[in-house]
């Protein structure tokens, strides 16, 4: 407790005299000073040698970079102003938490598009902090190009990811517009051709004595995009899949943040991994089953409601995303019989539950035993480069990226879970790559078809008429 | 000059980082002093790794010579292995790649654990090789479910392999990053971020475009060879353009590259692709997609070749008639491609080669191995080859070839039945309308 306690009062103080820290580009002046025993000799050698010797030198010998602003509002601080400084972070931290799970809740409400755009809003603000602490490690700010370049291979990877995902569910509204057609067909393409420009214009820019941190830029960049941006847009799929997809595993990992927290707080002693000191095995466990209990219970909530339950589609007679549907033998009430010894406890011979329900303990089991890993390795990439947090977007919580860094692993395994498990691939893509191919391939595949629905009976062989 | 070269040889038999970067230093120097007599001259390896055989037999040429000889006499044992591989058949040149890959990413890493004196992290080695693993897995289980669709079938084991592949596949990968996490240790934790970044930009790069090669392949041999030799010939008629012409350096990243060797590498390797092609499109186990026979148990290349590979009567525009003479050409469709797959060759191509030499001075390495006597390591020879593979492969699955007809079958039968009836429905009527279908001819 008391461990905490010190956290806490050097969490504020590191946002305190932050607060006081000019903007960035001074930053590296004042890490800068932290090598002074090579910094008269680096004036002559190259610069690149120079971060050679960064690389290879221990964690400890490298200068911390200290966080920027105080972001917390005035508001908030005049109303805390009078509660000790640990009470006050404590609150803030409260106020901030109960802020953003209202505005999920209201980005609900308005819908699938806001939800969306709110996921694209995300990537975007995660992909600038993580660049931006590229930038101030590496000292790169004055390379030439080379914001303009990580925020054009940005817009490639997501031309590239949307288009597929356009194609796929508004295949509606494509087959109406004719650019779009071209657009379409010849994706590939040209996202591939766009990429290339941004490689080309990376290797033309390559300046002689910044060639090892150029890149590095590029190397980070492009993590950075295949961390963020492919699991941002397995989070779109899951949402298409119905928003109880999208729902529910969020919900799991933000449970398991919370009560592993509650845990810690009131039962923690043992601590689980040396990478973060607070976090502790009663908070695990108990975070553990209470995520599970959890997940049951919204899985229960939600799979009643069609607006959460059914596939998100595109109507394009109301130019709008409808979700209305027959919902799928996941989410109708089945009995299942107890085994035994639940049986004894219970008293009951059968449970109605919805099969979902099952799903969404395996869901939950993942969000409270691997999601951490995430947590972790967030926290050792901050301690490796020597930030406390990601950013300063939220007061009391730091970054964006702060946030969210358990959720990512999270999206990828809904994403390979639905994909195995649930539902086979989407037909309206297979439908529209049928309609692709050459004539003589349609009417094989069209053949072949045909037999196997009447083999199969779904399809009655007198029905000859089209 | 030459004496120079050869002291440095003989002196840096072992490969420190230090000797790496004077080593480097007085290379520039020698490179830029030759530049100015417009002579480029290959670099020297820093392990004098020639078999003593040619060591032997060349001992009386001088030593500037000889390096040119050792280079020549490289090029050619390669570009032999290259036409017995082709002989041997699909399966062989599958494994090539696979060693090509697998040699490529050591080098790779290798160059990494130099770079950041790594050596004895732990865990490390371990890590980077299951992740290439985990990688390998899933690409080359997807490629096994595409390709050989009812050999998986038939299995029970490979079919459930098959049929929860990805999950499988994440579940391994998962399992080596909570390694990676679990790894990190104190005072380490920036460069085991580093060698993970590391790793996984290698994986990008070299595995995936590697299992582009091999889709090529199974489109077709011809879509395999024709690409690979041209960026092959676009390397050798750049060399000798700028040899005998060279005068212009093209980009500081590669002094020794000038624009006469470009352009003139550029026409060169559209002509060669035009001829080969020519010659190419007449056989059909190169130009047939590669089948995996069930029956035979082996690959066949067995087909009736499409209309790409189909001599076409094509009418010259005027201005050329007038100059050849002939009113109309016959020429296969797939030459015009061609002359498409030669152009990004000899203009894009270059720049895999710009990057990787980019990369190379900013780690201050001269090759990235030692492998091929004066050649430098794989990487060195494959990488302009990268680019090249995901263009032809982005190329034939826009231009070329729809989506694989027995896949989509194979994702429609995994449907629910109300689903694949809509689907039958909606196919039914697109081919009424399009006039493909009548309804007279449905008749059992």
Avoid at chain 1, 15 to 23: I, K, S
């Amino acid at each position: 407790m008391t461990r905490e306690l010190d956290m806490l009062e050097l969490r504020h103080r590191g946002a305190g005299p932050g607060g006081a820290v000019t903007p960035p580009p001074r930053e590296g002046e004042a890490a800068g000073g932290d090598h002074e025993t090579e910094s008269t000799s680096d004036k002559e050698t190259d610069i690149d040698d120079r971060y050679g010797d960064l690389d290879s030198r221990g964690d400890s010998d490298v200068a911390e970079i200290p966080p920027s602003l105080d972001r917390t509002p005035e508001i908030l601080k005049k109303a805390l102003s009078g509660l000790s400084s640990r009470w006050k972070n404590w609150w803030i931290r409260g106020i901030l938490t109960l802020t953003m799970i209202s505005l999920f809740f209201l980005i609900i409400y308005m819908g699938s598009f806001m939800l969306m755009l709110l996921v694209l809003g995300i990537q975007v603000k995660c992909f600038h902090e993580i660049i931006t602490i590229g930038y101030r490690v590496y000292h790169s700010y004055d390379l030439p190009w080379f914001r303009t370049l990580s925020w054009y291979f940005l817009l490639c990877v997501n031309y590239f990811f949307y288009g597929e995902t356009v194609a796929d569910y508004f295949a509606t509204f494509v087959q109406r517009e004719e650019q779009l057609q071209f657009l379409i067909r010849y994706h590939r393409f040209i996202s591939f051709a766009l990429y290339l420009a941004g490689f080309c214009m990376f290797v033309l820019s390559l300046v002689k004595k910044h060639y090892r941190l150029q890149f590095y830029m590029f190397a980070w960049t492009h993590v950075t995009l295949l961390i963020i941006v492919t699991q941002s847009h397995l989070v779109i799929q899951n949402l298409f899949e119905g928003m109880i997809w999208f729902l529910v595993p969020i919900s799991s990992v933000i449970c398991n943040d919370i009560t592993a927290y509650l845990f810690g707080f009131f039962f923690g002693r043992t601590p689980l991994i040396k990478l973060s000191p607070k976090k502790t095995w009663e908070g695990f466990i108990g975070g553990f089953f209470s995520t599970v209990i959890f997940g049951f219970i919204a899985a229960c909530l939600l799979s009643k409601y069609q607006y959460f339950v059914c596939p998100v589609e595109y109507r394009s007679d109301i130019n709008s995303f409808v979700t209305e549907c027959e919902p799928s033998e996941l989410f109708q009430l089945q009995s299942y019989s107890l085994p035994p010894f639940l049986k004894a406890v219970l008293r009951r011979e059968t449970v109605s539950l919805y099969p979902f329900q099952i799903h969404s303990i395996a869901l939950s089991t993942f969000a409270s035993l691997i999601g951490p890993f995430g947590g972790f390795f967030a926290s050792g990439f901050k301690r490796a480069f020597k930030i406390k947090d990601f950013a300063n977007t939220i007061p009391g919580h730091g970054g964006i990226v702060d946030r969210f860094d358990c959720q990512y692993l999270m999206a990828t395994f809904v994403h390979v879970y639905i994909t195995s498990f649930i539902r086979g691939p989407n037909p309206s893509r297979v439908l529209q790559q049928l309609l692709v191919l050459q004539p003589e391939q349609q009417l094989n595949i069209y053949k072949t078809l045909k037999t196997h629905l009447i083999e199969k009976g779904i399809l009655q062989p007198t029905l000859k008429v089209s | 000059m030459t004496e120079l070269r050869q002291r440095t040889v003989r002196e840096d038999a072992l490969p420190e980082d230090k000797e790496l970067e004077s080593e480097a230093k007085i290379d520039g120097e020698t490179a830029s002093d030759s530049e100015s007599r417009a002579e480029p001259a290959p670099p020297p390896a820093s392990i004098d790794d020639t078999p003593e055989v040619l060591n032997r037999a060349l001992s009386n040429l001088s030593s500037r010579w000889k390096n040119w000889w050792v280079r020549g006499i490289l090029t050619l044992a390669m570009i032999a292995f290259f036409f017995i591989i082709i002989y041997l058949g699909p399966m062989v040149l599958m494994m090539i790649v696979m060693c090509v890959q697998i040699k490529c990413f050591h080098e790779i890493i290798t160059i990494g654990y130099n770079v950041y004196h790594s050596y004895d992290l732990p865990w490390f080695r371990t890590l980077s090789w299951y992740f290439l693993l985990c990688v390998n897995y899933f690409f080359y289980g997807e490629t096994v479910t595409d390709y050989f669709f009812t050999l998986v079938q038939r299995e029970e084991p490979l079919r459930i392999l098959s049929k929860y592949h990805r999950f499988i596949s994440f579940t391994l990968y998962l399992t080596g990053f909570c390694m990676f996490v679990l790894s990190l240790v104190k005072k380490h934790y920036r460069l085991q971020f580093y060698m993970f970044g590391w790793t996984h930009v290698t994986l990008l790069i070299v595995v995936t475009q590697s299992h582009l090669v091999i889709h090529n392949l199974f489109e077709g041999m011809i879509w395999f060879i024709v690409p690979i030799s041209c960026v092959i010939c676009n390397d050798i008629m750049a060399y000798m353009f700028g040899f005998f012409f060279g005068r212009t350096p093209l980009i500081k990243l590669s002094p020794k590259k000038t624009w006469e060797g470009f352009i003139g590498g550029f026409f060169a390797t559209v002509v060669f692709g035009l001829l080969l092609s020519y010659v190419m499109s007449g056989y059909r186990c190169f130009v047939c997609p590669v089948e995996y026979n069930n029956d035979t148990n082996s690959f066949t290349v067995d087909c009736e070749p499409s209309d790409l590979f189909r001599l076409q009567e094509y009418n010259i525009p005027g201005l050329i008639q007038s100059v050849i003479g002939w009113k109309t050409v016959r020429m296969y469709p797939f030459q015009i491609h061609s002359i498409a797959l030669s152009t990004f060759a000899s203009l894009i191509g270059p720049f895999g080669g710009f990057f990787a030499s980019g990369f190379k001075r900013a780690f201050k390495i001269k090759d990235f191995a030692n492998t091929i006597p004066g050649h430098g390591g794989i990487m060195d020879r494959f990488d302009c080859q990268y680019l090249m593979a995901t263009f032809v492969n982005v190329y034939i699955a826009s231009f070329i070839r729809g989506p694989n007809p027995s896949k989509l079958i194979q994702q429609f039968l995994t449907l629910r039945p109300d689903q694949q009836l809509h689907i039958f429905n909606t196919l039914k009527s697109h081919l009424t309308d399009k006039g493909i279908l009548m309804s007279t001819m449905e008749d059992e």
